[in-house]
Every structure is written in C-alpha cells, then in structure tokens.
C-alpha cells in the first residue's frame, strides 16, 4: 500500500471511528397509529458532522430485524451508516418490529406476517418527515435505503401509485433496495416517485431477481436502475458464508428453504453501484 493511499484508509477509518461514537438513540413516529396514538420507533441517528446542512439517508432492516444476537445494532447497519457519514451524509435507521412486539418475520409466511407493507410504508413516510424537520438535514435531498424486507418497503414508499405516498408532504429524493420483493409492487404498478436504484443477485431463491427486472422495463426510461449480479444469491452484500435457510417458508420453492450468503464480488461491484449513484443524484 502506498504511502497516500494508507494516508487516506488511516482517515476514513478516523472518520467511522467517530461516527460510531457519536450515534444517538432516537424516538421517531410513524404515520402508522395504534390505539389512537402514533406507533413509534426506536431508532439511531448517525449525524455526518458536517457544518453546513447535509442529506439524509433511511436505512430500513429486512425480515430479521435491527439487531445482532448480542442485542447491539448489526453490522450491516453501523458499517453503512459509516460509509455514508464519511460521503457527507446523515443517517437515521429505524426499528419496525419491536414497537410492534416482534422479533423478525422471515420465519413468517407471506400473508401471515404480523408487520406488513402497510405498517412499514407509514413508518418509512413518518421516518421522512422526523427527517425534514432537523435543522441539520437538506429536506430536498432524502433518501430510502432497504434490504429485502426494507427493500420492499422502499418500493412501496417510493411508488406514486400509492395514495399515501402522493398525499405525503415529505417524500424522497432517490431510493435503493437490495435484494427487494418485487411481485407485489410489480403487480400494482410502479411510478418512481424518486429515481431508484435495485441491486439484485442473479441467483436469489428468497426474492428472485426476474420480478425486479420486469418492474424496472415497465417503469421505463432512467426513473428505475437495475443491477443484477451473476451467482449472488440474497445477502450477498453481507459477510456471512453461503448456507440454506430451512426455516424460511416463503421464496420461489416454498417450504424448501431458501440460500443465504455473501458473494465478494457482487458486495465490491454493489457498493460501487450504490456510491456512484447517490453521489451523481446528490451532487456530492
């Protein structure tokens, strides 16, 4: 490693080293109400520290949730919010499930799930308002970020066919799923209300890739970006080795389980992706 290059890897490290240090724990309402009263999230707010007014990005869990089996925030979650606060970037990341008094819900089959789209677009439309309104965010430029689960959500608070998200007085200005569900909002219709970005594994058998590629032809024109990695299968962003979920029930050989691991080169090449286009769509 050249003497520049460390110089900038000992720097970015600095900067996520203090980023961490400085995540704060925050109460954030959704749109979403219970008992007449507006559910709301925990969440962890990752502020870029940054003088002058910044974006904002929405990191949104999949089926399994925020949290790693010791109770902390997971990896995926800390590790981006780092990445994003070194590009200028602040970033909010929210819980759906335990205001709802639920674990996870990948074990939960497709239909039955006690947390459903509906709950999670309120929470994400919410989340973009709780955004709006600090005085250290841009509310031009806010984004959505989810993976499966929360990349699902991300299409269904980002597509302008929905009432609720053309009725909503904040909405994003770019969106990103990894490895989303696709069919459902494939079968509504999907009207970009902000430019998209998917990120999908050729090979996934939890959320297949084909739903997606369908979505982004019928969307046309540059309102929806797809990238789809060859032998990725779902997680491929992760760290985690290649094994099968038995005790997932849904996916496309339902009850069979479905495959789950990470693929170097599709989490280098997506990364890649991601960066590329949120700084172009933000100017950064």
């Known amino acids: ?60 869990h999949g089926c399994g949730g925020l949290y790693n089996r010791r109770g902390g925030l997971a990896a995926r979650y800390r590790d981006l919010a780092g990445r994003l606060n070194v590009m200028g970037i602040h970033v909010l990341v929210t819980d759906s499930l335990t205001a709802r008094n639920e674990r996870e819900l990948c074990t939960q089959k497709n239909g039955e799930r006690a947390v459903t789209q509906l709950n999670r677009r309120r929470d994400a439309l919410g989340a973009l308002q709780w955004l709006a309104a600090r005085p250290e965010v841009d509310p031009r430029r806010l ?10 959500t991300v299409l269904a608070a980002s597509n302008g066919l929905h009432a609720e998200v053309q009725a909503s007085v904040v909405k994003p200005s770019l969106a990103v799923a990894f490895y989303p569900g696709c069919a459902s909002e494939l079968a509504r219709g999907y ?27 019928q969307a046309g024109g540059a309102a929806v970006q797809i990238e789809t990695y ?22 496309v050989n339902p009850g069979q389980g479905v495959h789950v691991g990470a693929n170097p080169e599709a989490r280098a090449a997506s990364a890649q992706a991601l960066e590329r286009f949120v700084r172009g769509r933000w100017k950064l």
């Open 143 to 152: 984004g959505l970020l989810g993976w499966s689960n929360g990349g699902s």
């Open 1 to 60: 490693m050249n003497l520049l290059l460390r110089a900038w890897a000992v720097a970015a490290l600095g900067m996520l080293a203090s980023t961490l240090q400085a995540q704060q724990a925050v109460q954030v309402p959704s749109l979403d109400r219970r008992d007449d009263a507006a559910v709301v999230l925990p969440g962890f707010w990752f502020p870029a520290g940054t003088d002058s007014v910044a974006p904002a990005m929405l990191l949104l």
């Open 191 to 217: 009207q970009a209300a902000a430019p998209l970005l998917l990120l999908v594994g050729e090979a996934d058998d939890w959320t297949p890739a084909e739903p997606c590629q369908r979505l982004a032809r």
């Open 230 to 251: 060859a032998g990725a299968f779902h997680g491929f962003d992760g760290s985690a080795a290649l094994r099968k979920r038995r005790d997932v029930p849904n996916g």
